[in-house]
């Protein structure tokens, strides 16, 4: 599992309330083992502003009822996944959004992207655009 923390004042502090909730699950002076990238790559922000629109584009359909299908779905629909060949064909899988697998530049293009399709499903770019940034402050 890959959180976000923030060091500040010597301490690691959690960035999201996901990774706070991760971090409320460990007992108190329990050691753990951690693997520290740097991910100045990409910022949470920007990271957070592309699930703000997936969760718009998410909440604007009745066909899908799980989140976590629809986002690989529409990121295969974006052609950003590999095609794995099985004996009854082929089976695309959604490519990662881990931070330490996309730069900054590629996720900045898939955030296009993701705003491109979204506008051909019948959204607004400015209003689904705007509406994310007032979400997540970006």
């Known amino acids: 599992m890959e959180i976000m923390l923030t060091k ?17 699950s460990i007992k108190n002076g329990a050691a753990v083992v951690v693997d520290i990238k740097d991910p100045s790559r990409r910022s949470t922000r920007q990271h957070n502003f592309w699930f703000a629109i997936i969760n718009e584009l ?8 799980s989140f976590d299908v629809f ?12 095609i794995h060949k099985t004996k009854t064909g082929d089976v695309p899988m959604a490519h990662s959004l881990a931070f330490g697998k996309m ?14 399709f979204a506008v051909k499903l019948g959204f607004d770019r400015n209003s689904l655009e705007g509406e994310a940034r007032a979400k997540v402050g970006y």
């Open 103 to 116: 730069s900054k530049e590629d996720f900045q293009t898939l955030v296009d992207e993701t705003l491109d």
């Open 71 to 82: 986002r690989k779905l529409f990121l295969i629909s974006l052609g950003r996944c590999d």
């Open 58 to 65: 998410f909440e604007g359909q009745e066909y899908h009822k």
């Open 8 to 24: 500040s004042m010597g301490s690691l502090k959690p960035d999201t309330d996901a990774a706070y909730k991760v971090l409320s």
